[in-house]
């Protein structure tokens, strides 16, 4: 149950040729979300009907993807909202029963915490083949470094920036890498809260380019230290 009183929610759902999944991943968000919730699916240039689905959900906003790539879709997602807290499910995902209610829970009893995470689990998709990479995670329950994860509040984007449309893949790890390095809380629930589809392909079916990708978020990171540990 979604806690009264409860601050005004945007949720933005990035997809490009999902068709197969996407009514799914908006119906996980739409049986959660009060009234009034604001869910913009941000369209990459779907081939397949994915916008059309969209728009067929009642309360659904679908806007054309202006950038390129999936960091740009969640950026573009994120100018277009104006709510106190912001989620994401990307179109291939699905929100568990009860993953609004129990990080929503969380924020509002724990004034002080920036934003919250719960646990994911990898699902084989219905119709799609994993990697070897996926398979080996599908059913594990994971701390859910990823936005589909993430309920967090308004200035938490302000203060962390965009994500970085420079990385293919890696734009997740490197915006949660620079949350964590900041001082604002992030609590990790123990509740599954996302069952995140695992297809070949994904972007993360690309293995080669998320390893290179995830050595410059490592070299950001060492950066960034450096450059506090510098200045004591």
Request: aromatic share 6%; proline share 6%; hydrophobic share 45%.
């Amino acid at each position: 149950m979604i806690p009264a009183g409860s601050p005004p929610l945007a949720v933005v759902v990035p997809v490009r040729d999902a068709a197969p999944f996407i009514a799914a991943a908006l119906a996980s968000v739409l049986a959660q979300v009060p009234a009034g919730t604001d869910v913009v699916v941000v369209d990459g240039g779907s081939q397949d009907g994915s916008a059309a689905i969209a728009a067929g959900f009642p309360g659904v906003r679908v806007v054309r993807q202006s950038g390129r790539g999936l960091a740009a879709a969640r950026n573009q997602g994120l100018r277009a909202v104006q709510a106190d807290l912001v989620g994401f499910c990307d179109a291939d995902d699905r929100w568990s029963d009860g993953a609004l209610a129990a990080r929503l829970a969380h924020l509002m009893t724990q004034p002080d915490c920036d934003a919250a995470i719960g646990q994911v689990v990898v699902e084989e998709l219905s119709g799609t083949t994993a990697t070897p990479q996926q398979h080996s995670r599908v059913g594990r329950p994971v701390p859910g470094f990823t936005p589909g994860a993430l309920l967090a509040r308004r200035h938490v984007f302000e203060r962390i920036g965009p994500f970085d449309e420079t990385l293919t893949i890696g734009a997740d790890s490197d915006w949660f890498v620079r949350l964590q390095q900041s001082a604002l809380r992030l609590a990790i629930l123990p509740f599954v809260v996302l069952h995140k589809g695992a297809r070949a392909t994904s972007l993360s079916g690309d293995v080669e380019t998320y390893r290179r990708e995830l050595l410059r978020v490592a070299r950001g990171f060492l950066a960034r230290r450096r450059s506090v540990d510098g200045g004591r």
